[in-house]
């Protein structure tokens, strides 16, 4: 309500003529995006500015509609449905790998897992883990993956793993456990001393060498 300094007119009447000149906005949000559609490699890849992605192992060789914003990589399907997420890398030559789709592929073709690039880029200590896995613990530890890495890397989760194999060959009941009481802040429970000593036991053993024995003619 005061005049304009070079104008002579009040400033609400000047607003005023400025509103009738606006512009409708736009009914929807405009997504500052770009889309690329893009050929996987055979690993299940796609290259964005020098970047590697992950998709799906059931895109190895095919083409996806790739959604490209200022901070995320979105990878979707024919009918532009989300397959994953990326975070956007910035630089050269980075890869971003998404593991859930490969584990849910695994989880229902346990034995092949050894044989897949996917078991080459597994921690150190999930190798061995599943190398001494029967084929019922196998596709439940895949699957055990699979939920975690939804919201978490495999830092914490091989952290469990560890944790849980200090007294031997962990189930996957017990790795997570161990999970949830790490994230939850709870620690790690100490371990239980009986007031009356316990029997000695003997040392249970895993694999299968006692049967290899029998084909080579040794003693079982």
Not at 39 to 56: H, M, P, Q, R, W
Not at 138 to 166: C, G, M, N, Y
């Amino acid at each position: 309500s005061r005049k304009h300094y070079q104008k002579e007119f009040l400033i609400s009447e000047l607003f005023e003529e400025d509103r009738t000149a606006f512009l409708v906005l736009p009914a929807k949000e405009y997504e500052c995006v770009r889309y690329e559609t893009l050929k996987a490699d055979k690993y299940g890849y796609v290259k964005v500015d020098l970047n590697l992605y992950s998709t799906s192992p059931r895109y190895a060789l095919k083409k996806v509609l790739v959604k490209i914003s200022y901070n995320t990589v979105e990878i979707l399907d024919e009918e532009q449905q989300l397959v994953v997420s990326h975070s956007r890398l910035y630089g050269q030559y980075r890869k971003s790998m998404k593991w859930q789709p490969y584990l849910n592929l695994m989880a229902k073709r346990p034995t092949a897992l050894k044989y897949t690039s996917f078991f080459e880029q597994l921690p150190t200590e999930w190798k061995d883990y599943f190398d001494a896995c029967n084929m019922v613990e196998k596709p439940a530890a895949l699957r055990l993956l699979s939920i975690i890495l939804k919201d978490h890397d495999f830092s914490i989760i091989t952290q469990a793993l560890v944790t849980a194999s200090e007294h031997g060959h962990p189930s996957v009941d017990a790795i997570k456990q161990v999970f949830y009481q790490l994230i939850n802040g709870r620690g790690i429970r100490s371990e239980i001393k009986p007031k009356m000593p316990l029997p000695e036991l003997p040392e249970a053993t895993r694999g299968l060498e006692h049967y290899d024995q029998l084909h080579r003619g040794g003693d079982a």
